[in-house]
């Protein structure tokens, strides 16, 4: 039986998803419903593919409540540079939770991972930094970096927000697009010390295999949010800063434990925390959070394929309500 | 950068692709690439559920030599027929194995799963049955049923053909599609040892639980092959008749150990085989296949992504000669 298959192109999703206050909201409705236990999320398909230098990964979780479920599929073939294509491509694939069918096809090219890696920074802002954060701090100079301080700024209005990266010209570039965007004081910082410092909230964007962000730097009033580690191997924040915290919090710990800064401080045998909340309990109310402003608090975000079946769900509501797309009958 | 991506209705698929000698050669050299060592095909990821009856998997490969890359996703919701609709859909999207560019989205609702999985039937009967095949029996009276037979045809000429069902009036409806698709004598056979007795080759093709064949009925100059069985407790051989062949083939080990004939034999305890070949090992003449028109094999088939990656790949070149389906550019 013939049924409508909505197509959306990257161009489309640009047009009609916007990284606002509803695309936090629908990310945190997804970490709300991890914590509860209904959801349903496999493991990480991976293959790795040397003889071209590639990878695939393929996650997927199916969400109660959410009328859909996506499955995301992002290659990533590092020798694209060369010939001028972008490493990173990709789509996600929208079913019906109901009946199975092939609801969407969102020809994203890694779009909507972006903006979903963003929103769950503005959860995490939202739920576990202090209440008032008057300046903010980003390490890289990336699109993350950009769209982690636009998210973060709808959950905490900071009114100054300095910008660190090894490549001093980049972090500039990026403070100034930042001030544009944002209307508000952005300064490029060279000494990332001096950013931790001067911050009450530090979000990591890096693809650091060392620490860029040491645990002596940590003070009170802190909250950091790691996002750059999402492979075995990559580390951004010094592993003893998530015991001298007073909360470390995974999006995912099973995921955690693997990919992100919880390896790390597994790995360096400096980790006795046991089992860490995750933020969705956090968001939920079953976990406790900060219990005071003076608190040091971290959350490391790996990306979840909740946060994947959320923004796609939302994606196809706004397309439609946009007319954006093509339907094709299948 | 935008690209093209094609896209592909099942209708503009059932037009442009048929199980022919070329689609049956493309899965046979899926099966060759298997044996050499070079495919990368992860384990399926599988996600149960069971809130709503469904299931979705997710299988992948990548084959030196051929230009993309196919990741398919199966769906099955078993509540559906009850609302009109049929249980099992999915798609296949093919990506460039150069750059992880999409190629093409193949909405074919499983339609080239059936196609490869018979062209699948009819690469282990050319390279396993006895030369020559006079009559030929089929057990079940589905799709796969009428697919299998279409394509062992091609590979092995029969000029009989006998059907078993549990229903009578569909092996009846199964035989008159077959007599009339093939142009030869076929008959509904209501016992099922009269049929395997009369055949030089035999496919399964049932999602029995408990054993629709056997091993008392195996005779000098038999070929079974069983594509029925792929999740585990399904089980359409009797596991000694594993044994009292003189070969046992599967598509892939470790896929067959778990999901098909072998795992009943295995859990059984009858199976003392050690490690059997594949059937890419008898196709590239790794390993020894049928040695004498007397002997009794039996190909046990769960179905690979590898051979999904072969049929996309196909499927897609003749769609561009057909002129088939509709370009986006994403």
Same mark, same amino acid.
């Given at each position: 039986?013939?049924?409508?298959?909505?197509?959306?192109?990257?161009?489309?999703?640009?047009?009609?998803? @916007? !990284?606002?206050?509803? =695309?936090?909201?629908? *990310?945190?409705?997804?970490? #709300?419903? %991890?914590?509860? +236990?209904?959801?349903?999320?496999?493991?990480?398909?991976?293959?790795?593919?040397?003889?071209?230098?590639?990878?695939?990964?393929?996650?997927?979780?199916?969400?109660?409540?959410?009328?859909?479920?996506?499955?995301?599929?992002?290659?990533?073939?590092?020798?694209?540079?060369?010939?001028?294509?972008?490493?990173?491509?990709?789509?996600?694939?929208?079913?019906?939770?109901?009946?199975?069918?092939?609801?969407?096809?969102?020809?994203?090219?890694?779009?909507?991972?972006?903006?979903?890696?963003?929103?769950?920074?503005?959860?995490?802002?939202?739920?576990?930094?202090?209440?008032?954060?008057?300046?903010?701090?980003?390490?890289?100079?990336?699109?993350?970096? @950009? !769209?982690?301080?636009? =998210?973060?700024?709808? *959950?905490?209005?900071?009114? #100054?927000? %300095?910008?660190? +990266?090894?490549?001093?010209?980049?972090?500039?570039?990026?403070?100034?697009?930042?001030?544009?965007?944002?209307?508000?004081?952005?300064?490029?910082?060279?000494?990332?010390?001096?950013?931790?410092?001067?911050?009450?909230?530090?979000?990591?964007?890096?693809?650091?295999?060392?620490?860029?962000?040491?645990?002596?730097?940590?003070?009170?009033?802190?909250?950091?949010?790691?996002?750059?580690?999402?492979?075995?191997?990559?580390?951004?924040?010094?592993?003893?800063?998530?015991?001298?915290?007073?909360?470390?919090?995974?999006?995912?710990?099973?995921?955690?434990?693997?990919?992100?800064?919880?390896?790390?401080?597994?790995?360096?045998?400096?980790?006795?925390?046991?089992?860490?909340?995750?933020?969705?309990?956090? *968001?939920?109310?079953?976990?406790?959070?900060?219990?005071?402003?003076?608190?040091?608090?971290?959350?490391?975000?790996?990306?979840?394929?909740?946060?994947?079946?959320?923004?796609?769900?939302?994606?196809?509501?706004?397309?439609?309500?946009?007319?954006?797309?093509?339907?094709?009958?299948?």
């Amino acid at each position: 039986m013939p049924h409508d298959i909505l197509v959306l192109t990257e161009a489309d999703l640009r047009k009609a998803v @916007r !990284l606002d206050l509803k =695309a936090i909201d629908v *990310v945190e409705e997804a970490f #709300r419903a %991890l914590a509860s +236990g209904g959801v349903i999320m496999p493991p990480i398909l991976s293959m790795d593919i040397p003889q071209v230098h590639g990878e695939v990964d393929v996650k997927t979780a199916y969400i109660p409540g959410f009328e859909g479920f996506a499955i995301k599929v992002s290659p990533g073939f590092f020798d694209n540079p060369k010939i001028g294509l972008p490493s990173l491509n990709g789509l996600m694939i929208l079913f019906s939770a109901k009946t199975g069918l092939v609801e969407a096809l969102l020809l994203d090219n890694g779009f909507l991972t972006d903006v979903r890696t963003a929103a769950a920074g503005a959860v995490a802002a939202r739920h576990m930094a202090p209440s008032t954060v008057e300046t903010a701090g980003v390490m890289g100079t990336g699109v993350q970096a @950009r !769209l982690q301080m636009i =998210a973060a700024h709808q *959950v905490r209005p900071f009114s #100054r927000l %300095l910008v660190w +990266g090894r490549d001093a010209a980049k972090a500039t570039a990026c403070a100034n697009d930042l001030a544009e965007t944002l209307g508000i004081e952005v300064q490029a910082e060279p000494d990332p010390a001096r950013l931790v410092a001067q911050s009450q909230l530090v979000v990591t964007t890096t693809p650091a295999r060392e620490p860029v962000l040491k645990a002596d730097w940590l003070h009170p009033g802190l909250h950091i949010t790691a996002m750059g580690s999402d492979q075995e191997g990559k580390n951004e924040i010094e592993p003893t800063a998530l015991t001298r915290a007073d909360l470390y919090v995974a999006d995912r710990v099973s995921q955690c434990e693997k990919l992100g800064e919880l390896a790390a401080a597994i790995h360096d045998g400096v980790w006795h925390g046991g089992t860490p909340p995750e933020l969705g309990d956090i *968001v939920s109310g079953a976990g406790t959070g900060r219990t005071g402003d003076d608190q040091i608090t971290i959350c490391d975000l790996t990306g979840t394929g909740a946060q994947d079946t959320a923004i796609a769900t939302f994606a196809r509501a706004r397309a439609l309500t946009a007319k954006a797309g093509t339907t094709i009958q299948s």
